[in-house]
């Protein structure tokens, strides 16, 4: 059973920055695609990044911001966000991508607000 647990959320002004991480409980990153989902309230959740090897994917909302990268070492993938905006406010997950193959963790809240 992989188990997800991600940190690193927080309240921040916007145009501020926050870097997530997500430890996985044992090594997955060889053979899957890793990703971090958001979930807005009322809203469906939603890709916003992932890599596979040295590739990189964005939806457009947070491309140019947001850079997604891991640690094999440290079984960990993390997200830096930069220019954060308030509709960038959600709950954020890691899973792998582009579909979600273990069960959720709790996910970590940024709230992006003055």
């Known amino acids: 059973q992989v188990q997800l647990v991600e940190s690193g959320g927080g309240l921040v002004q916007p145009g501020g920055s926050l870097r997530l991480s997500c430890v996985v409980s044992?090594?997955?990153?060889?053979?899957?695609?890793m990703g971090w989902y958001r979930q807005a309230p009322g809203k469906e959740r939603e890709l916003v990044a992932s890599?596979?090897?040295?590739?990189?994917h964005y939806v457009d909302s947070v491309k140019g911001r947001f850079t997604i990268f891991r640690d094999s070492a440290k079984k960990t993938v993390y997200l830096q966000m930069n220019s954060l905006k308030p509709e960038d406010t959600a709950v954020y997950f890691c899973?792998?991508?582009?579909?979600?193959?273990?069960?959720w963790g709790q996910g970590t809240q940024v709230t992006v607000s003055s």
């Open positions: 899973n792998t991508g582009p579909t979600p193959s273990y069960s």
């Open positions: 044992r090594s997955i990153f060889s053979t899957n695609v």
């Open positions: 890599i596979a090897g040295f590739a990189t």
